[in-house]
Each structure stands twice: as C-alpha cells, then as structure tokens.
C-alpha cells in the first residue's frame, strides 16, 4: 500500500512537471514572438518618424518661400516681369 502511494505521488510529480514545462516553453516562445513584434514596430516607428521630420522641413521650407513672395510683392512692391519685359540670353557654344 505505501508503496503504490509513493508511486501516485511520483507519477503526479512528474505529470506535473511535465505540464509546467510545456506551459514554461509556450511562455519563452509568445515571449520571443512578442519581442520580435515590438522590435519591428520600433523600427517602423523610426522610419514614420525619420520621414515625418522630412516632410515637416519640406513643409517649413514652402512656408518660408511662400513668406519671402508676400513680403517682396507687399513691402517691395515687387512683381513677376511682363512677357515683353523679359529677355531670353542664348550662349553660344564654341566648338573648338
């Protein structure tokens, strides 16, 4: 009889510990996929952010181009020439 009770205790000792190894290697392997999730999206977000800086200086750049054109048509009193105001300059090419 105490001999069948070491066996029970034995065998659930060993169910259990296979059930917990099982249930601790699908934890490390989610852990990795997860890992690996945020790892990407890390990059993503620094590629979203690297491109959302160009963009904000492009932006920055057409305002201040936009500003210069206000300020020189206002204050100035500049303006873009006529058709007969301009002048078209060839150079010639000497083939030598």
Do not use: H
């Amino acid at each position: 009889m105490f001999n069948v009770k070491k066996q029970v205790i034995a065998c659930s000792l060993i169910f259990g510990l296979l059930i917990s190894s099982i249930y601790l290697v699908s934890q490390v392997y989610d852990f990795r996929i997860s890992f690996s999730e945020i790892e990407e999206l890390n990059k993503k977000q620094e590629d979203l952010s690297f491109q959302s800086n160009l963009l904000l200086n492009e932006v920055e750049y057409f305002r201040n181009q936009l500003t210069i054109r206000k300020k020189a048509t206002e204050s100035l009193g500049m303006r873009p020439p006529l058709l007969k105001e301009q002048v078209t300059l060839f150079k010639e090419v000497s083939k030598s």
